[in-house]
């Protein structure tokens, strides 16, 4: 909810309007009446559901997959995003890609950490991209903190990026200062 009412809240102070990315935990997310207590943070913040992001890490995504499809329809019936958060370090089973109702993959730092120095991983970047734009996800790369991961990861379009190179975590005001002007990298 504080998410939320925070990101209403600077789009009322007329910032350009950004989604929010929560982390869901396995108890939340299978608790009877989620989706019942998401419509009403939505409704109560007043909060468009496409500026609200869901993720959940793939362990979770995994447990009980058919009640986690069935979420899945709803929140994106709604208009929510749906991110698999930490992509890459847990089942990673392609086949539930085919399932899964999500617009986004996110990149575990764990493979951005030695993008540059390391074959292996940008293989394992590379490839993960490649099927984000085949089948239309979003892709998100977490821990970029240099130069050189940030070039290698637009060269391989990467859609979005997120680490120290950008920012620290920042409490609600100096991140504010922050979007009024963003670093230009």
Same mark, same amino acid.
């Given at each position: 909810?504080?998410?939320?009412?925070q990101?209403?809240?600077?789009?009322?102070?007329?910032? /350009?309007p950004?989604?929010?990315?929560?982390?869901?935990?396995a108890?939340?997310?299978?608790?009877?009446?989620?989706?019942?207590?998401?419509?009403?943070?939505? +409704?109560?913040?007043?909060?468009p559901?496409?500026? @609200? +992001?869901?993720e959940?890490t +793939?362990s979770?995504?995994?447990?009980?997959?058919?009640?986690i499809?069935?979420?899945?329809?709803?929140?994106? /019936?709604?208009?929510?995003?749906?991110?698999?958060?930490?992509?890459?370090t847990?089942y990673?089973?392609?086949?539930?890609l085919?399932?899964?109702?999500?617009?986004?993959?996110?990149?575990d730092?764990?493979? =951005?950490?030695? @993008?540059?120095?390391?074959?292996?991983?940008e293989?394992?970047?590379?490839?993960?991209?490649?099927?984000?734009?085949?089948?239309?996800?979003?892709?998100?790369?977490?821990?970029? /903190?240099?130069? +050189?991961?940030?070039?290698?990861?637009?060269?391989?379009?990467?859609?979005l990026?997120?680490?120290?190179?950008?920012?620290k !975590?920042?409490? =609600?005001?100096?991140? /504010?200062?922050?979007?009024?002007? !963003?670093?230009?990298?």
């Amino acid at each position: 909810e504080t998410a939320c009412r925070q990101n209403r809240k600077w789009m009322d102070m007329g910032f /350009e309007p950004i989604y929010i990315s929560v982390n869901i935990s396995a108890v939340q997310i299978h608790q009877k009446d989620f989706i019942e207590k998401l419509s009403a943070v939505l +409704e109560k913040t007043q909060l468009p559901p496409k500026y @609200l +992001e869901i993720e959940i890490t +793939e362990s979770i995504a995994m447990k009980d997959i058919d009640t986690i499809l069935k979420i899945m329809d709803i929140l994106l /019936e709604m208009g929510v995003r749906i991110a698999i958060d930490d992509f890459g370090t847990g089942y990673s089973s392609l086949s539930y890609l085919r399932k899964f109702q999500i617009t986004t993959l996110k990149i575990d730092q764990s493979f =951005t950490r030695d @993008l540059v120095i390391n074959k292996k991983d940008e293989a394992i970047v590379s490839t993960i991209l490649a099927i984000g734009e085949n089948l239309n996800l979003k892709v998100t790369a977490e821990g970029v /903190e240099t130069k +050189e991961q940030l070039d290698f990861l637009r060269e391989k379009k990467c859609d979005l990026m997120q680490g120290y190179l950008f920012s620290k !975590p920042l409490p =609600t005001e100096d991140f /504010e200062k922050l979007m009024k002007n !963003p670093p230009k990298l």
